[in-house]
């Protein structure tokens, strides 16, 4: 049974940082696209980040949202699979529910940023920023 679970999540101040993990059970991923995605209170969910896994390939080509580029960082850990979003620079709009998802369903080195793309999907973890 795969399971993707979120933790990190807390409540910081405005300019804080945060670093988001998804430990992956179940599967390998050694193909496939994992991303970090939030959905605010009335809000569409949306993509933070995502990137290309490949056991082939040294390359994890990430790819990010406008809002979060410069200030989020994905990254991989390859010996366990854990997927991390380090978050610098925190804003009251980054405040959502986070979530991690996997996808094994690939059309190239460019991760998907649709929701709709991912399979398998975290319970999520909150993150709040305060002004």
């Known amino acids: 049974q795969v399971q993707l679970v979120e933790s990190g999540g807390d409540s910081v101040q405005a300019g804080g940082s945060l670093r988001l993990s998804c430990a992956v059970s179940?599967?390998?991923?050694?193909?496939?696209?994992m991303g970090w995605f939030r959905q605010a209170p009335g809000k569409e969910r949306e993509a933070v980040a995502c990137?290309?896994?490949?056991?082939?390939?040294?390359?994890?080509?990430?790819v990010y949202d406008d809002h979060v580029r410069g200030r989020f960082t994905i990254s991989q850990d390859r010996s366990e699979g854990t997927l991390y979003l380090e978050m610098n620079s925190l804003k009251p709009e980054d405040t959502a529910m986070y979530y991690c998802a996997a996808s094994t369903r690939i059309f190239g080195s460019r991760c998907r940023t649709d929701p709709s793309d991912y399979a398998y999907w975290g319970q999520g973890t909150q993150v709040t920023v305060s002004s």
């Open positions: 179940g599967a390998s991923f050694r193909r496939s696209y």
């Open positions: 990137l290309y896994v490949s056991s082939a390939d040294f390359g994890s080509h990430p």
